[in-house]
């Protein structure tokens, strides 16, 4: 059974710019969870995606926003970004709620 | 929001001595999970503790959940190089989210 797909690996932007994350879940998961990472702040929840439908949402401003499709991949959008966007980006999917999460490798997104 | 901490944010340690880091809510808790992320990789599931009081053992990790479901720990003995990493616990309170204390880095030193 492949694992979670995140795409791409690594990405360069700069402020002001806007980037579009990919991830693919595993095959059965309808639920796909969305974190971001940096040293300082651990894994910080961004939103939570079930059936195409946000059940959840984190302490981020609105230039985060995700979606999921009915095949449930799912991307989320960052806009008008700033140096402090400069993080891990982690997928993860699950069978629901409260299940465990399959993290993907991430996407290292670098503001410059 | 649901907050977690979670206690030593470093540890460094002796091949063969053991370690434990742990984690506290402030709310009661539904479940709560533990993920170990090796340098340079992602977070990969442990175990979930669910009931009030549980302990769970794996090989040298044992994992206890609180009689208040609002405190857990993760307990390793004799650790070995291949511990190395930093150890998650993740808070779920039935709010479509986990949420992840800041991790407990460990070092081994052989």
């Known amino acids: 059974k492949a694992g979670v797909t995140q795409t791409p690996r690594y990405l360069i932007k700069t402020r002001g710019q806007q980037v579009t994350l990919s991830c693919s879940p595993i095959s059965g998961h309808r639920s796909v969870s969305w974190y971001q990472q940096t040293p300082g702040q651990g894994l910080q929840f961004l939103f939570e995606?079930?059936?195409?439908?946000?059940?959840n949402k984190g302490n981020f401003p609105g230039r985060f926003s995700g979606r999921q499709f009915s095949n449930s991949r799912s991307e989320m959008n960052v806009s008008t970004l700033e140096l402090g966007d400069s993080a891990l980006y982690l997928c993860a999917s699950s069978l629901g709620l409260d299940e465990k999460l399959f993290f993907g490798s991430g996407t290292q997104l670098s503001v410059l | 929001g649901q907050q977690v901490m979670q206690i030593p944010q470093y540890q460094h340690v002796q091949e063969g001595e053991d370690f434990t880091t742990y984690c506290n809510s402030s709310t009661t808790l539904s479940n709560i999970q533990w993920y170990k992320q090796r340098p340079g990789g992602h977070p990969v599931f442990l175990i979930q503790?669910?009931?009030?009081?549980e302990v769970k053992k794996q090989k040298r990790l044992t994992f206890q959940f609180g009689e208040a479901k609002k405190n857990s720990s993760l307990h390793i003995t004799a650790t070995q190089t291949t511990d190395v990493g930093t150890y998650f616990c993740a808070a779920g309170a039935g709010s479509y989210q986990l949420t992840f204390g800041k991790g407990t880095k460990l070092s081994v030193i052989p």
């Open positions: 995606y079930f059936s195409e439908t946000q059940r």
């Open positions: 503790l669910v009931k009030s009081g």
